[in-house]
């Protein structure tokens, strides 16, 4: 068992804890051995080196761990996340602002819904801008677009 620095203690217990998974939405590889082998890299590993399965460096990863401004979602922990939904679901495609603003990638035919991931940040003035994607200290903004019949849009902001 690896030792969990104080500040992962409170991530260590959650990503321990059981929860309902949805039907049909597999576990690939089990999240166990994806949560001892992210623990190892962050653990073991120098901060500089670049883990590329994952697209990030060592110290990018761990900017999870830590507590209010000590802990950080970035822009290198969400396509990795988009990346990985994206393998596992086929009727919903998941896809970052810049990633659309650069042009679509190839869309499988059969789409039920989008997911739009956003960077979201504040001028000194005080406007409400999207960020950067490399850009940190802003908020996130997941936007799913379901375009069955009916067409929804529900916005979360994190």
């Given at each position: 068992?690896?030792?969990?620095?104080?500040?992962?203690?409170?991530?260590?217990?959650?990503?321990?804890?059981?929860?309902?998974?949805?039907?049909?939405?597999?576990?690939?590889?089990?999240?166990?051995?994806?949560?001892t082998s992210y623990?190892?890299?962050?653990?073991?590993?120098?901060?500089?080196?670049?883990?590329?399965?994952?697209?990030?460096?060592?110290?990018?990863?761990?900017?999870?761990?830590?507590?209010?401004?000590?802990?950080?979602?970035?822009?290198?922990?969400?396509?990795?996340?988009?990346?990985?939904?994206?393998?596992?679901?086929?009727?919903?495609?998941c896809l970052s602002?810049?990633?659309?603003?650069?042009?679509?990638?190839?869309?499988?035919?059969?789409?039920?819904?989008?997911?739009?991931?956003?960077?979201?940040g504040r001028t000194?003035?005080?406007?409400?801008?999207?960020?950067?994607?490399?850009?940190?200290?802003?908020?996130?903004?997941?936007?799913?677009?379901?375009?069955?019949?009916?067409?929804?849009?529900?916005?979360?902001?994190?």
């Amino acid at each position: 068992m690896l030792e969990v620095p104080q500040k992962c203690e409170k991530e260590r217990q959650w990503f321990s804890s059981q929860y309902l998974r949805p039907k049909g939405v597999p576990t690939h590889p089990s999240e166990e051995s994806l949560m001892t082998s992210y623990e190892e890299i962050i653990w073991k590993r120098p901060t500089r080196d670049m883990i590329v399965e994952y697209g990030s460096s060592v110290e990018e990863m761990s900017a999870l761990c830590g507590e209010g401004p000590d802990g950080w979602l970035l822009s290198t922990h969400v396509d990795w996340l988009l990346r990985q939904a994206n393998k596992q679901q086929q009727y919903v495609v998941c896809l970052s602002i810049p990633t659309v603003t650069n042009g679509l990638p190839n869309l499988p035919s059969g789409i039920k819904k989008f997911v739009f991931v956003a960077n979201i940040g504040r001028t000194a003035k005080g406007e409400t801008i999207f960020a950067s994607w490399g850009r940190s200290g802003c908020h996130w903004v997941l936007i799913v677009l379901d375009i069955t019949a009916t067409p929804d849009i529900f916005i979360v902001i994190v």
